[in-house]
Structure formats: C-alpha cells, structure tokens
C-alpha cells in the first residue's frame, strides 16, 4: 500500500494509493482520479510517483499510469471498472498485460480468507438481523479468472426476499454463481460489484435486470475481502409519496427510458 503526498490547489493531501484508479501526465503536472470521480493535479514527475506507487500500478503508456485494481480487462483499450477507458502503448501490449496480470494475481491471493464465514451456517449467524427484513439482501462473493477478471460472483448468503425477487428457492441461490443460474448476465452489475469488493465504494445502481425482468435499485458496499453486500430493490412494486405527483411522472419516464 502506497502513501503519496501532495500539494494541491495551494493545500497538502495525502492520497492512499487505494483510492487512486489512474495518474495521467499534462506537461508538468500530475492529474490525479481517484475513487468517486475527485481529481487532484498536482506538480510531481511522474517517475516519482512510479517509485512510491510501484507494487500497486503499471504504467501503460509514457504519461500514464493505472491502479491493477481499477482494470477490468485490456482490449483495444485499458478498460476501468468504472466504466472508463485509457489508451496504451499498443506496442507494448503483452508486457502491460502481463504486468497487470501478474500484479492483479498477488493483490487477489492477498485477500486471503481470515474472517470470512466458511460455510452456510456461520453466514446465517453472521447475517441473522437480515433474516426477516422485508428488503432483498445477499453477500456476494467475486469470482475472476487465470487473467485476473472479474468474471461472475457466488451468493455466499440470500434471505427469503432475495430468493423471492431471483424467483429461486435458497437452496438454489447459496453456493451456486451468477452465471451458473442466469445465462444472460449484464456486465454493468459484475463491474459494480467488483468495484465495491475491490475499493471498497458504496454504490448505487437503479436499472432493468433483463435477468428477473425487473426495474432494480441495488445498493452495493463492501463486506468482507473479495465480496460485497446488495440490497436490492423492486422498482415497480416502490410508491413514491408527492402531492403533485411530480415524482410519479419522472420516475415513469425515466423506467420508460431505461427500459427501451
């Protein structure tokens, strides 16, 4: 874990480099994003940044360089979990690729297991307060592939509402990975998810999930290492308190919308 410090629009910061998704270079001056869409720039070489950021980031092309956790997967672009892409050096592309790889391996082997419930039951007890709430809830733990991607996740714990809003029994749900019961995953969910595992951000996503053919809000945040907890919730079934019945039309045009 690196620790930079900064000075910034005439103030001191320090940054964790937990929190950093990527440094780009403008001349002289560091421009960096970091988690929740906050920029600091600030005057700094980018070799030095290098230096202290060096076990956590790759440089993908001579003016900048990217935090492994925020990569998703390289193509034709450094895709970010959050959505963003940032060019490279093509002609360096098997060397960046392996570094990512490599350094996205050792972070994801360090997550270890100390703490985590091991089997069904432990999770109940660790869980036990969301047993009857009347809200859709389930800890989910990522699963990635030899490259290192985020490629589907396992309910690990669901209560009854949850089964209810999957349309599935729990002894279907526990256990069992995203993929395996749904075969039309959307991408967006798994990016979120991993985001929140990995940098530990609270997020919140409201979209059509073709998989329950539902209008969701998810609310997503970190539990333990590697996984994160959802509480989801059934749009169409949320009625919105408005006198004028203002929010009612915006709310109706936006799943309209959303669902085109």
Known sequence: MGIINIISDRKNITLNSDVILYIIMNGKIAVIHIVGGKVYQTRIALKDLEGLLKEDFVKVHRGCIVSVKAVHEVTDMVNLSNGEELPYTVRKKKQIVTEIQEKQKKMINALGKKGIPATKEEYCRHYSSFEYLPIAFTDIEMVFNEESHAVDWIFRYANQELA??????????????????????????????????????????????????????????PTFKGHCGCILFDLDTIKAVDSGNNIHKMWNTYLKNRTK
């Open 164 to 221: 209810k809003l999957e349309k599935l029994s729990l002894d279907q749900l526990l256990g069992k990975s995203f993929g395996s019961l749904f075969a039309n995953m959307d991408p967006k969910w798994l990016r979120s998810y991993e985001r929140s595992a990995l940098y530990g951000e609270v997020l919140e996503l409201m979209d059509y999930s073709p998989e329950v053919d539902r209008n969701l809000k998810v609310i997503c945040f």
